[in-house]
């Protein structure tokens, strides 16, 4: 079925899962034991799965109409950049030494307390 040569020559781009498929058929006790591999080899060959999926996509988005599609898409850049926006504020925070004090002198001393007290307790339950 497959000669192994590829269209240029080299291997072919199905030929590894034919050499799989072909190995399976010749030691298996059953042939229904190699259908995945059948399948993966056949949609190797012609796609069959992936165009399927691909006209279904189209369809979905042409029953949403390009108005929707749009909304979509700008909902989900909202959501990818609502974060970076977090980070650039927390740069301009850092970059700001009056801000970087402020946090410092704030946070940093609660934060330290705490972090004694979590070693504490880790030190005491490791103990008994």
């Known amino acids: 079925m497959a000669s192994g040569f590829g269209a240029k020559g080299n291997e072919g781009r199905c030929y590894k899962l ?14 229904s034991d190699c259908i995945y591999m059948r399948a993966d080899y056949i949609e190797c060959l012609h ?6 999926n691909q ?4 369809m979905e ?3 949403l109409g390009k108005a929707s599609i ?5 909902d989900k850049m909202k959501e990818l950049s609502e974060p970076w926006e977090k980070i650039k504020e927390l740069l301009r925070d850092v ?15 609660k934060d330290w307390e705490e972090m ?7 030190e005491q339950q490791k103990e008994t």
Do not use: L, Y
């Open 55 to 58: 006209n279904t996509v189209t």
């Open 18 to 31: 034919w050499k799989n498929f072909s190995g399976c058929m010749s030691t298996a006790d059953d042939p």
């Open 116 to 122: 004694k007290k979590k070693r504490k307790e880790w």
């Open 95 to 109: 970059q700001n030494p009056d801000k970087w004090k402020e946090w410092r002198t704030k946070d940093w001393d």
């Open 70 to 74: 749009a909304r979509i898409k700008a």
């Open 47 to 52: 796609h069959r799965n992936e165009v399927i």
């Open 61 to 63: 988005a042409e029953k």
